[in-house]
């Protein structure tokens, strides 16, 4: 597989507070990559630095444009602004879903848009999103803060979606939802990803981060204490132990 992201020796601090000490890892085009980890292991602190919301004290983060890890010069995600990184095709589901509560669906799917001008390309992916979601078609003109939980989520799934990313950037996608919408969320997920868009994915629900993704990544105060195929760390004593809940 091609290179899509890597991130070499990252550090990023809060003020003295060493949040990141030194990641590394890459994903690659295609794949499903999950970090887990308690609260406050560095998993969010992570997909903000990737956007361009925080700046690292130190390392750098690569990203080839066109998918090609290798054939193309990369561009330095940590060097860019946020809305750059958008443009560059990266964008983010952030925790906690903050969507535009005083904007109806449509306007809050129109806000993922804003850095595009193409009509045709727009209005394609908005057909894409209601496919994905029918729900969002059925309350098309709703008042975003009106929508249940669950709803909400997939709204900013679908806001994501809007600005037509290579590399999708999911936070606690799960939080809060019942156990019925998170099953309908991942399959979600793992139907975007079929449609070819790469994702990162930060997830308290263990078992369901590491049966979704290929890859994956446990984050322990700020450094990756384990990593592998998910295959292999669903059967690590550790994890069983530590995330999934078993003795």
Same mark, same amino acid.
């Given at each position: 597989?091609?290179?899509?992201?890597?991130?070499?020796?990252?550090?990023?601090?809060?003020?003295?507070?060493?949040?990141?000490?030194?990641?590394?890892?890459?994903?690659?085009?295609?794949?499903?990559?999950?970090?887990?980890?308690?609260?406050?292991?560095?998993?969010?602190?992570?997909?903000?630095?990737?956007?361009?919301?925080?700046?690292?004290?130190?390392?750098?983060?690569?990203?080839?444009?066109?998918?090609?890890?290798?054939?193309?010069?990369?561009?330095?995600?940590?060097?860019?602004?946020?809305?750059?990184?958008?443009?560059?095709?990266?964008?983010?589901?952030?925790?906690?879903?903050?969507?535009?509560?005083?904007?109806?669906?449509?306007?809050?799917?129109?806000?993922?848009?804003?850095?595009?001008?193409?009509?045709?390309?727009?209005?394609?992916?908005?057909?894409?999103?209601?496919?994905?979601?029918?729900?969002?078609?059925?309350?098309?003109?709703?008042?975003?803060?009106?929508?249940?939980?669950?709803?909400?989520?997939? %709204?900013?799934? +679908?806001?994501?979606?809007? $600005?037509? #990313?290579?590399?999708? &950037? @999911?936070?606690?996608?799960?939080?809060?939802?019942?156990?019925?919408?998170?099953?309908?969320?991942?399959?979600?997920?793992?139907?975007?990803?079929?449609?070819?868009?790469?994702?990162?994915?930060?997830?308290?629900?263990?078992?369901?981060?590491?049966?979704?993704?290929?890859?994956?990544?446990? %984050?322990?105060? +700020?450094?990756?204490?384990? $990593?592998? #195929?998910?295959?292999? &760390? @669903?059967?690590?004593?550790?994890?069983?132990?530590?995330?999934?809940?078993?003795?």
């Amino acid at each position: 597989m091609s290179t899509l992201l890597q991130i070499d020796d990252l550090h990023v601090s809060y003020g003295a507070i060493r949040a990141l000490r030194g990641i590394s890892f890459k994903v690659d085009k295609g794949a499903v990559v999950t970090l887990i980890g308690a609260n406050g292991a560095g998993k969010s602190t992570l997909l903000r630095t990737i956007s361009g919301l925080l700046r690292p004290k130190q390392g750098q983060i690569l990203y080839w444009a066109d998918g090609n890890g290798g054939s193309e010069q990369p561009c330095r995600l940590s060097d860019l602004q946020a809305h750059d990184v958008v443009r560059k095709g990266v964008a983010q589901v952030p925790e906690g879903r903050i969507i535009f509560a005083n904007l109806s669906v449509k306007e809050n799917l129109q806000m993922g848009a804003f850095t595009r001008n193409d009509k045709a390309g727009i209005a394609q992916d908005m057909d894409y999103v209601m496919s994905l979601f029918p729900r969002l078609a059925e309350r098309i003109k709703q008042n975003a803060g009106t929508l249940s939980g669950g709803e909400q989520q997939m %709204l900013a799934i +679908g806001r994501a979606l809007m $600005s037509r #990313p290579r590399l999708l &950037l @999911l936070d606690e996608p799960s939080l809060g939802l019942s156990p019925v919408l998170v099953q309908t969320v991942f399959a979600t997920i793992r139907q975007i990803n079929g449609n070819g868009t790469t994702i990162l994915l930060v997830e308290q629900n263990a078992h369901m981060a590491l049966t979704t993704a290929q890859t994956g990544f446990v %984050l322990e105060t +700020g450094t990756i204490a384990l $990593s592998g #195929p998910c295959s292999e &760390l @669903l059967h690590s004593d550790d994890v069983r132990r530590t995330y999934l809940g078993e003795n």
